[in-house]
C-alpha cells in the first residue's frame, strides 16, 4: 500500500521554531512537496524535495532523505498566522503524472 | 493574474441526485487535477487531464467522471450522490503534469 505518516497535531508559541516530520511509504517516489491549508481553503505549496537535502524558503526549510523514506517540514520565527494545517505529499512516479498522495495532515496551533 | 476558480463554492444536494463541479485553471495552464478532502483529512486524487487527455485516475467509482474543454477548462461530474460523497472537492491546475500544483479554493458539497 501507499501511506504518509505525519503527526495530526503539534502545539507552539509565537517565535518558536517546530519540525514537522513526515514517513512515506510508496510504490514510486518523484519527490516530497508540502502544503499548508488555512480552514479548509486553498492548499498552497511551500516546498517541494527532488533530491537529499534540505531546501530553505525563508522562514520555511524542507529536509528531505531518501535512503529513510523521510522528510521534515522546519518552521522558524513561528507567527499566529502560521497556524494552519500542513500537508506532506509525494509525487507517485508510477503515474507518470501529476498525482499527488497526501499524508492526513498536521494541525499547527501556535499560542501568544 | 487571476488564481484557479471554481464553482459553484458551496452546494447542498440529496441522495442520488447529480452534481456538476467546474473549474478554470490559471491562464497558460494546460493540466487539471480534481481531489476529493474528506473533513479531517488529506486531499486523495480523483483525475487528472492534460492536453484534454485524462492522464491519470485515482480509486473512484465509475459514478465519478470528468472532462476537460478545448479552454482547458475542466468538469467534475457525480451520479447518483451517497451521503459519503460530502466533502471539499478541489481543483489544481499546473503547466504540465509533473509541475507545481496551484489549487482553487474548492467547492463544498453537502449531500443529505
Known amino acids: 500500500g501507499q501511506s504518509l505518516e505525519q503527526p495530526s497535531e503539534v502545539t507552539a508559541v509565537e517565535g518558536a521554531i517546530v519540525q514537522i516530520n513526515c514517513t512515506y511509504q510508496t510504490s514510486g517516489f518523484y519527490g516530497l512537496s508540502w502544503y499548508q491549508q488555512h480552514d479548509g481553503g486553498a492548499p498552497t505549496f511551500l516546498s517541494y524535495?527532488?533530491?537529499?537535502g534540505l531546501e530553505e524558503t525563508g522562514r520555511f526549510s524542507s529536509f528531505l532523505s531518501r535512503s529513510d523514506s523521510y522528510g521534515y517540514l522546519l518552521l522558524q520565527e513561528l507567527q499566529m498566522k502560521d497556524s494552519a494545517s500542513y500537508f506532506c505529499a509525494v509525487r507517485d512516479q508510477s503515474n507518470q503524472g501529476g498525482k499527488l498522495i497526501f499524508g492526513q495532515g498536521t494541525e499547527l496551533s501556535v499560542k501568544p | 493574474d487571476a488564481g484557479v476558480t471554481q464553482s459553484p463554492t458551496h452546494l447542498i444536494k440529496t441522495r442520488g441526485q447529480h452534481v456538476t463541479l467546474r473549474c478554470s485553471p490559471i491562464?497558460?495552464?494546460?493540466?487539471v487535477s480534481w481531489y476529493q478532502q474528506v473533513l479531517g483529512q488529506g486531499p486523495q486524487f480523483i483525475f487528472q487531464y492534460y492536453e484534454k487527455e485524462e492522464r491519470g485516475r485515482g480509486n473512484f467509482p465509475d459514478r465519478f467522471s470528468a472532462r476537460q474543454f478545448p479552454n482547458y477548462s475542466s468538469e467534475l461530474n457525480v451520479n447518483a450522490l451517497l451521503l459519503g460523497d460530502s466533502a471539499l472537492y478541489l481543483c489544481?491546475?499546473?503547466?504540465?503534469?509533473?509541475?507545481?500544483?496551484?489549487f482553487g479554493e474548492g467547492s463544498r458539497l453537502t449531500v443529505l
Open positions: 491562464s497558460g495552464h494546460k493540466s
Open positions: 524535495n527532488g533530491l537529499d
Open positions: 489544481a491546475s499546473s503547466l504540465a503534469p509533473s509541475e507545481e500544483l496551484f
